[in-house]
């Protein structure tokens, strides 16, 4: 058997090798320096990321997996990120929470990885961190929470929201009842119970083979999360002595196998950023166009709020995402293998859908093509995506006056104004929301409608933005433009009256100025007025280093990988 890392601390009977081990006898056991593999469990447990904070239960079990196998585990808290309560957004530390993970694997001695993630930007940002260290690595998501209900009607998380503040603001239903359904959307522990980010990237780590074939969407409160948290420990134990690292796993055919299963539930827009952050992390080939070739196509077969009526325990009880995979089957690689060793698709056998009113069969699918389209032209020259299944389908074509605004105050500002100047064929423009621009890139681009309209009935307009969209969220809604308006991009030059062309069927977003015009307009002097440029702090390192949308929004120093080299002794 190689030598273990741990080693490096432990073996010996010098000062140092004292030292190490010394500081870490409090009741483990004495034969926990004589070679067994010692895993960090990297627990984002944090009551103020409450998607998360069952975690330590999670953890537990993990533990147990770890010591049946012979292994020495230990909890390793990371930086967590709650997604509704960190400000100004908690994108904006996906990757320190990125950089946190990678240094404490590195710096600390351990053989092997268990990463334990669950709201939005803690899945991302520890594998993030994880693949740039390149330890035997293994995640469990610590699953969707149970679904909500109010006056007798199921409620998602997140996606209802929007639809009752719009129902709210729209005068369809009162203040006191909008409040009244607070109390009953979070039942349970767990994250967003909608196809949202959070439920989308606990299907992406699987899809990537980064967990156990199966564990993705296991509901937080289900018995069944347990079981997979001790067999997470087990499996773990037994890659580190198999030496099966992220590098191995997560190569352009795992990422290729995310696109179909981001495309076949019907995932977030969100999916794409991380994706892109995470295989850059590795040298994986992948860019923003792979998602449009290989996903825009595919039928979508999971009827899961925001685009369908579902929530996760019903995917979950309907077969789960290896009975959806079944379904499309011959669209994954074999060539991705996942922490078992084997493809993904060696998974699958058996896995029928038991409730095809969630889970639709390839041969009826609940829309013929899904996925993310990415759209280009002077608008967008480094792209922009959109869901098609998430907008109405006929918007996807369409020609509309612009509405500008400079950023989400402007709009918050504005937008009620019964004298603003828009109809529903107008198109919303908002700028100053991304990756540079807020900073952080946050989850505004789905903005409110106009209250005038939505008192005249209207549920959607076309709306265009260099931020993102929640994935709990809907609408014929163009995100991601790239360059954004503060790094130069031609949405910082677009004034209030241009007219926009946005035509999904062929990847198109254009504004009708000629090009000359274009060329010589400056970007809005409004525009470069409202970025405010921190002096100093994290804010200040993420400005001058962070990368757009379409290639993940990393910071630049932080793509690729250092490996899992010992670092040198100090004392
Ligand atoms: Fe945590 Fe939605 S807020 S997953």
């Not at 432990?10 to 010394?22: E, L, N, P, Q, S």
């Not at 400079?406 to 991304?434: F, K, Y």
Request: charged share 20%; glycine share 10%.
């Amino acid at each position: 058997m190689a030598e273990r890392r741990t080693a490096a601390w432990y073996a010996g009977t010098d000062r140092d090798a004292y030292i190490h081990r010394a500081w870490m006898r409090r009741g483990i056991p004495d034969d926990s320096f004589t070679g067994r593999p010692h895993i960090a469990i990297c627990n984002t447990a944090s009551d103020l990321s409450p998607c998360n904070a069952h975690l330590n239960q999670v953890s537990a079990a993990v533990k147990n997996g770890i010591w049946a196998a012979g292994g020495v585990p230990l909890d390793m808290p990371i930086i967590s990120l709650g997604e509704t309560q960190l400000r100004p957004t908690a994108m904006l530390f996906r990757n320190l929470a990125a950089m946190a993970a990678e240094e404490l694997i590195r710096a600390n001695p351990v053989d092997g990885v268990v990463l334990l993630g669950g709201c939005d930007k803690t899945v991302p940002s520890l594998l993030m961190g994880a693949a740039s260290v390149d330890l035997p690595t293994i995640m469990l998501n610590g699953g969707p929470m149970l679904t909500g209900n109010y006056r007798g009607r199921p409620m998602g998380c997140g996606t209802d929201i929007w639809r009752l503040s719009e129902e709210m603001r729209g005068g369809a239903l009162s203040v006191a009842d909008f409040v009244a359904s607070e109390q009953d959307m979070i039942r349970s522990a767990g994250h967003c119970n909608t196809m949202g980010t959070a439920s989308t990237m606990g299907i992406m780590a699987e899809a990537l083979g980064m967990t156990l074939p199966g564990s993705a969407g296991t509901p937080a409160p289900d018995a069944r999360l347990l079981k997979f948290a001790h067999a997470t420990g087990r499996r773990i134990v037994e890659m580190v002595d198999e030496d099966l690292k992220p590098s191995h796993i997560l190569t352009r055919a795992a990422f290729l196998n995310a696109i179909v299963a981001l495309a076949a539930v019907g995932g977030s827009t969100n999916a794409v950023v991380h994706l892109l952050a995470i295989a850059g992390r590795v040298g994986a080939d992948l860019k923003l166009t792979d998602f449009d070739e290989h996903g825009s196509h595919l039928p979508l077969l999971v009827n899961l709020q925001p685009a369908g009526k579902y929530l996760m325990d019903d995917l979950f009880r309907a077969g789960g995402l290896l009975a959806v995979l079944n379904q499309v089957r011959d669209l994954l690689s074999d060539d991705a293998i996942t922490v078992t060793g084997q493809p993904l698709s060696s998974h699958l056998d058996g896995h029928e859908i038991s409730d095809s009113a969630v889970i639709a069969t390839r041969d009826h699918p609940v829309q013929a093509e899904a996925g993310i389209a990415v759209l280009r032209g002077n608008l967008a020259p480094d792209g922009a995506i959109i869901k098609p299944a998430a907008a109405s389908p006929g918007l996807l074509t369409h020609r509309g006056r612009a509405v500008v605004f400079e950023n989400i105050e402007d709009l918050h500002a504005r937008i009620d104004d019964p004298d603003l100047d828009i109809d529903q064929t107008c198109v919303i423009v908002l700028r100053g929301a991304g990756p540079k621009g807020y900073p952080g890139m946050p989850e505004v681009a789905n903005t409110p409608l106009p209250a005038k309209l939505l008192a005249k009935g209207v549920r959607d307009m076309v709306r265009i933005c260099d931020g993102r969209m929640s994935g709990t969220a809907y609408g014929t809604v163009v995100l991601h433009v790239c360059p954004e308006a503060a790094a130069g991009g031609p949405l910082g030059k677009v004034r209030d009256g241009d007219f926009i062309v946005l035509d999904v069927p062929n990847r198109t977003l254009r504004l009708d100025v000629a090009d000359d015009e274009l060329a010589e307009r400056e970007v809005s002097p409004r525009t470069a007025a409202t970025f405010a440029e921190p002096s100093r702090g994290y804010e200040r390192l993420y400005l001058n280093h962070v990368m757009q949308a379409d290639t993940g929004a990393d910071l630049d120093f932080l793509v690729g990988s250092s490996g899992s080299a010992v670092p040198r002794e100090s004392h």
